[in-house]
């Protein structure tokens, strides 16, 4: 509880001052096409993210565990590319090389994903795969959960909520790793959503939201010591769901699937509901509901059979998001060319 207070207490205070800092260093979101908001908001608040669990967990779990140096360099080194592109928008290929040099630096030191147990009846061995594998899910989320920073306090509480769950995981099995971790993360996010709720007075940009997925990628491979590596496509449902949807989609509709557009889920409840609050409920409604049924289904079922009823749920969405599309003629690409002539763009 001290720990939770102590950075809560600290978040609110970075936070208060935040905007005078954002407005010296011009990190301010200009609204565009794809904009909820109407006026400038200063942006980059999120850099307090990876400071507040790397201080939790070093100071508060230094007794309790052996601090792995290699997590502490990787995820300073996603917060600094993060808080560049909030200043001057570097390229996808910049990126995805940070990353790649991040996965390398964990990846030395034997943090990998090397097996996928209880998968069809065995225990899958990955081998010489495991580094790409590690890549690819460490790439592929911490981009998905950048994807849904579209709308006021969605992408902070999805990341409270996962949060919460990775304190109860770390709680009931004695990892320290992943209760001091979360906790401060939770504390730093509660902190934030004060400031993010609607009519949001700060985002967390860029360096926020990479900062966040790639902290809960590193938290989701801890986590896979006790619960089926598939039940993470549940717990990280919202980003992982809403990426797949937004790529069948894009296929379908001719263009490129890493083209920028405005309709992902959360866009398309906002066009139904007309409110950013209505939409941000039923978004959170169904992220837990996914956790606890990941959860719940964790080593009771094959891992097969989690995979099969996850990708049916996928398929079902989309096909959902292409009636309402088609429905009510939402306009996902408005001044965008087909995927032949098109200039490709990872922004969101």
């Known amino acids: 509880m001290l720990e939770f207070v102590t950075i809560f207490i600290i978040a609110l205070i970075f936070l208060h001052y935040f905007s005078y800092i954002a407005n010296s260093l011009h990190l301010i979101d200009i609204p565009i096409s794809r904009s909820i908001h109407n ?46 592109d909030d200043i001057k928008r570097l390229s996808p290929t910049m990126k995805f090389l940070s990353i790649a040099l991040a996965v390398i630096i ?19 061995q990955l081998g010489v795969l495991s580094l790409p594998f590690t ?46 971790s979360s906790i401060a993360l939770s504390s730093s996010l509660t902190a934030f959503i004060i400031y993010n709720r609607p009519p949001a007075k700060l985002f967390m940009g860029d ?39 937004s790529i ?35 978004l959170i409604v169904y992220q837990i509901v996914m ?15 989690m995979l099969i009823f996850y990708l049916l749920h996928i398929l079902i969405i989309y096909r959902l998001v292409i009636y309402l599309k088609d429905r009510f003629d939402i306009k996902c690409y408005p001044n965008k060319k087909k995927v032949n002539n098109e200039k490709k763009d990872f922004t969101k």
């Open 248 to 282: 069948l989609r894009r296929s379908r509709d001719g263009y490129s699937v890493i083209s920028a557009d405005k309709c992902h889920l959360h866009h398309i409840l906002l066009y139904l509901t007309g409110s950013i609050y209505k939409t941000l409920f039923i």
């Open 135 to 180: 890549y690819f899910a460490i790439a592929g989320f911490t981009n998905a959960f950048n994807l849904i920073d579209g709308i006021d306090a969605l992408a902070a509480f999805v990341a409270l909520l996962i949060s919460i769950f990775f304190t109860f995981l770390g709680y009931i099995h004695n990892d320290y790793i992943l209760l001091y």
């Open 106 to 124: 964990i990846y030395s030191d034997g943090f990998i994903i090397s097996a996928i147990p209880n998968f069809a009846y065995t225990t899958v």
């Open 39 to 84: 006026t400038p908001v200063p942006r980059g608040a999120g850099l307090l993210f990876a400071p507040a669990v790397i201080t939790g967990y070093i100071l508060f779990g230094e007794d309790k565990i052996n601090i792995n140096i290699s997590i502490v360099i990787s995820i300073l080194l996603i917060l600094f590319i993060g808080f560049i």
């Open 207 to 245: 360096s926020g939201s990479l900062s966040l997925g790639f902290i809960l990628s590193i938290l989701f491979i801890e986590s896979i010591k006790y619960i089926d590596a598939v039940s993470v496509l549940y717990i990280g449902a919202l980003p992982v769901t809403d990426t797949l949807v």
């Open 291 to 305: 956790m606890f049924t990941g959860y719940i289904l964790s080593n009771k079922i094959d891992s097969a059979y």
